[in-house]
Each structure stands twice: as C-alpha cells, then as structure tokens.
C-alpha cells in the first residue's frame, strides 16, 4: 500500500488500540455488495489480499483498506428515461404535474440502479497512534470526510484535526525565495494562481526553480497554489495549498536499495513489510510539512 496521494490529520486526543475489539468492530463493517436502489455504500477490505486480515498493525500503526462503491448513472441517461416515460404518460391522457414528475423520476432512478454500472474505489488509510496522525490516500477533502466517518462510525470514536490551511500558500509561495526546511527542496513544478481569483492561473513544469518567469508572476500579484517538492532524495510529490499531498512518486535508486524488504512472497508479509519500510518516511515528511506548514485548527475538529 505505497501512498500516492493522501491528506493529513492530526490526532487530537486518546485513542486506544485493543485487537481483539478492532476485529470484531471492523468484520462488523466490512464491504458488502449494494443493495437494490442504493447508490453508494463503504465497506473495509483486507489491505494486503481478498481473504487477508480488515487491517494490519505494526507498532501501533496501523493498515487499513476502505471500499467505496457508487452507482453510475449519467444525469442525461435518466433525464431521457424520465422524459420518454412522461411523454407516454401524456400520449395515454394522463394529467402531468410536479408530483408526477417526481414520483415518475423516482421509479425511473430505481429501476435503472439495479442494473447501473458498480464503480469500487480503494482508499488506502495510515493510522499512526504513536505518532498522533492519520493519513488518507484521497484526491478530495468530500473523500476525506467520508473515509474518516465512516471510521468514527467502525471504531466508536476518531478525535482528529485537519491542519488549518490559513497561510499555506504564502508559505509555499515564500518557499520559491528558498524558504524551505532542510529535509525539502523545490522539484521541477509550480502552478499560481492570481490571489484571490482562481481564474487568473500560470503553470510552470519541467523548469529549474527558481526561475525568472516565477519571480516576475509573484511581482505580478500571483501566488502558489501547488509546488513540486523533494523530500530526502527519497520521494517526489506535489503540496497544495488544501495541504493535500500528491503525485507521490518514489527514487527508484532508494526503491533499488531497498527491494528485498518489500518484495515479499506472501501477500500479507509483503503488505506488512511495506508499512514497516514507509511509516518513516511518512511520519518524516508530515513531520517536515506540519513543522514548516501546519497549524492546528480546533474549529475544524472532527467529534
């Protein structure tokens, strides 16, 4: 479960680890196949095989694996079966009005979910308790908050923070002047946009920063909305001003050196040989971004 995006959470208070519990807590919310007309459901599944353990621990980190299953029904699908069927309606003489409409658009949507296309996405989650953090491999914050509910929901209890994200950019922005923490140096990419308005935008890839471009954009009112960075010479990724990590892309001389530790014949020994060779990395780059980026919000608490 090599992270390639993820976003972070600071845990904010006790939580316990029991494995007897967790067991019995998560079989309980293990994926099943959607019912007839649900269009979306969550369920956890095992994070190194499809009959493997619902999560593995480690030194009180833990693995985890969230399914998320939607149906897919394009709105202008249903929107010409609903129409086709009130104009049928209406050919047989039959009064149209809002509550038909409705009722008609109702029928139609569960009728065609039963034979909707079933899209399953993994999320692979990174539940470090001696370190104080959670880690989500999403792509949206709505992803996010869905996963951690629905772990709230598993476990009984999840007081986490999301960092606040208040100054963020200016920091990635005064990063382009060589404000950077020494475990991070600036990659090859940087995407501005106009301070308050999103529209105005300027990407800048495959270029040596600092650049000239950059500094005359910044003189121009610009500011950073994602910057590539390196971490250690050991990974690539980009940071935006969500605080969200992403394109993570590992150096191949450092997967190389380690290759033995991670390749692994059993699934389950390959999986939890995986979390042991990257939880410090992981906890050194949030380490290097919460230091330089992060500050606690406690309005965003998660009860």
Not at 8 to 22: F, K, S
Not at 194 to 207: E, S, V
Not at 242 to 260: C, F, G, P
Request: glycine share 6%; net charge negative.
């Amino acid at each position: 479960m090599w992270l390639k995006k993820f976003f972070i959470y600071q845990i904010n208070g006790t939580l316990a680890y029991d494995e007897d519990l967790w067991i019995g807590l998560f079989d309980r919310m293990r994926q099943r196949d959607l019912r007839s007309g649900e269009k979306e459901g969550c369920g956890w599944v095992s994070p190194s095989s499809s009959d493997g353990p619902l999560f593995l621990h480690f030194d009180q980190a833990i693995w985890l694996s969230l399914s998320i299953q939607s149906r897919y029904l394009p709105a202008s699908t249903l929107r010409k079966a609903v129409d086709e069927a009130l104009e049928e309606m209406a050919q047989q003489g039959q009064s149209i009005n809002a509550k038909v409409k409705r009722e008609v658009k109702e029928s139609v949507q569960t009728q065609m979910l039963t034979q909707a296309f079933v899209e399953h996405t993994e999320v692979p989650i990174l539940l470090d308790l001696k370190n104080k953090y959670l880690l989500v491999g999403v792509s949206s914050e709505k992803q996010a908050d869905l996963a951690t509910g629905y772990l709230r929901k598993t476990i009984g209890a999840l007081p986490v923070v999301m960092p606040s994200v208040s100054g963020v950019g200016r920091k990635l922005t005064s990063a382009l002047a060589g404000k950077l923490p020494g475990q991070l140096s600036l990659a090859n990419g940087v995407w501005m946009q106009q301070a308050l308005m999103q529209t105005n935008k300027a990407t800048f890839t495959g270029c040596d920063l600092p650049d000239s471009r950059v500094d005359f954009a910044i003189q121009q009112g610009m500011v950073v909305a994602k910057l590539s960075l390196r971490f250690n010479q050991i990974l690539k990724c980009v940071i935006n001003d969500r605080m969200q990590v992403s394109s993570i892309a590992y150096d191949s001389t450092w997967r190389l050196e380690h290759k033995e530790d991670f390749e692994q014949n059993e699934s389950e020994e390959k999986a939890l040989a995986d979390m042991i060779l990257l939880r410090p990395i992981y906890h050194g780059l949030v380490n290097a971004l919460m230091n330089w980026l992060g500050e606690t919000n406690e309005a965003d608490e998660l009860k």
